[in-house]
């Protein structure tokens, strides 16, 4: 299985500017060390930025459309849009919070989130971010990360509640379908009130037409996510979709094509065990009760 270990690409106009120039070299048979010794460039540095491991100028990138031969206007504009636009993703919302996100790689993961179109959430121990409530959100980073002040706790909490409103409201809301446990539900995470007001939240944001929410009952027994929780982010074509396994301290993501498909299988499987939306509200609104009693 090919685990990526080093950061992740710091913007989905990054990937897409990366394969791009690597198609053009490609198309010309230029080998990266003819390209590096005609434009006195270190190969190192060249090949990063093929592989999307860093960004590139204006100045260079029309140095190389200049070797490459690509006189099209349209099609240097569009390569040249790229590097502009990655420029501008590399001030995100949140950079502010740098300082608390960086440890677990979660600025990787914001980064590449702000550009997926769809994301396949499983979850078989807690609720998706994107879901979680205010308070409900709070207690679990305050147990998970016991190494932050309540004022870093804090912070999380805000991009937390921030990801939300920026991935799943606007003009141009992500889809998300998340997939739960039932374990997930019924592992009290904070008071009963938190938990109420949690399942509350699920069942009113699967009625919106871009999230999709559906628990796997415990009757169902064993089944293919018992391996762990992922996430598959869908991106615009031409950029690879990626999975996405979160750790506590060594986060990594997996972009080869057989990697994925593994993935997206699973989580059709699951879907197809699942039961419908509606049942899942169902299935919510009982379990909420019981909570009450």
């Not at 540095?45 to 990138?61: D, K, M, V």
Request: charged residues 25%; proline residues 6%.
């Amino acid at each position: 299985m090919a685990l990526k270990r080093s950061l992740v690409p710091q913007s989905v106009y990054r990937r897409q500017l990366a394969a791009r120039l690597k198609e053009l070299r490609g198309a010309t048979g230029l080998t990266l060390t003819e390209v590096a010794t005609q434009l006195e460039l270190n190969q190192s540095s060249l090949s990063r930025i093929e592989n999307g491991e860093r960004g590139t100028t204006l100045i260079l990138t029309r140095a190389l459309l200049d070797l490459y031969g690509v006189t099209d206007e349209d099609q240097r504009a569009d390569v040249l849009d790229l590097v502009r636009a990655d420029k501008e993703q590399q001030k995100p919302w949140w950079r502010k919070y740098s300082t608390v996100l960086t440890p677990t790689r979660y600025d990787g993961y914001l980064a590449l989130e702000a550009g997926a179109t769809h994301l396949a959430n499983y979850q078989p121990m807690l609720v998706p971010g994107l879901l979680q409530t205010e308070d409900y959100a709070r207690t679990v980073i305050t147990q998970m990360r016991n190494d932050l002040s309540p004022p870093q706790i804090e912070a999380l909490v805000r991009v937390r509640m921030e990801r939300q409103k920026s991935r799943l409201g606007g003009e141009a809301p992500a889809e998300l379908w998340a997939i739960l446990d039932e374990a997930v539900l019924r592992r009290s995470i904070g008071s009963a009130q938190v938990m109420c007001d949690q399942i509350r939240k699920l069942m009113e944001a699967s009625e919106q037409p871009n999230i999709t929410v559906q628990v796997l009952p415990f009757t169902l027994g064993a089944h293919p996510g018992l391996y762990g929780p992922f996430v598959i982010l869908t991106f615009a074509a031409p950029t690879p979709n990626l999975v996405w396994l979160e750790n506590p301290r060594n986060s990594v993501y997996l972009e080869s094509p057989s990697d994925v498909d593994n993935y997206a299988t699973i989580f059709d499987q699951l879907r197809a065990s699942a039961p419908e939306p509606a049942e899942t509200r169902t299935l919510m609104a009982r379990i909420s009760k019981e909570l009450k009693e």
